[in-house]
């Protein structure tokens, strides 16, 4: 059964740093992407990052991009989202997704499985 399970979200001032956890399991095999996704309150959800599991390569949304970096372990089995310089708006619940046909892009629709979430909240 697949499972992704998300951790590492908590309170931050802003200007902070937090580095969020997707736990991988039961996958068939190791050709998938993973990508972060967040949604603020009363808001659609919208894409951060994308990695491919395959070749690591990457995709970051202009929404906040050069504030994270999306990397995965060796194992290919854990994937990071690190969020710098957060600011309010920032705040949200925090998904990573799997899309089993690596399309890298971040249309939520394209990914097949997705983690329960994670509160980020950036607050003084």
């Known amino acids: 059964q697949v499972q992704l399970v998300e951790s590492g979200g908590g309170l931050v001032q802003p200007g902070g740093s937090l580095r969020l956890s997707c736990a991988a399991s039961g996958f068939p095999h190791d ?3 993973v990508g972060w996704f967040r949604q603020a309150p009363g808001k659609e959800r919208e894409g951060v990052a994308c990695i491919s599991n395959e070749d690591s390569s990457t995709y970051y949304s202009e929404s906040m991009k050069g ?5 995965k ?9 690190q969020l710098n310089d957060l ?3 920032d ?6 997704a799997a899309d089993m046909l690596m399309t890298m892009d971040l249309v939520p629709k394209e990914y097949d ?12």
Do not use: M
């Open 31 to 33: 050709y998938y992407a």
């Open 67 to 71: 504030r994270v970096t999306i990397s």
């Open 73 to 81: 372990d060796n194992s290919g089995k854990t994937f990071y989202l």
């Open 87 to 89: 600011k309010s708006e």
């Open 91 to 96: 705040t949200g619940v925090y998904y990573c």
């Open 113 to 124: 499985y997705w983690g329960q979430g994670t509160q980020v909240t950036v607050s003084s």
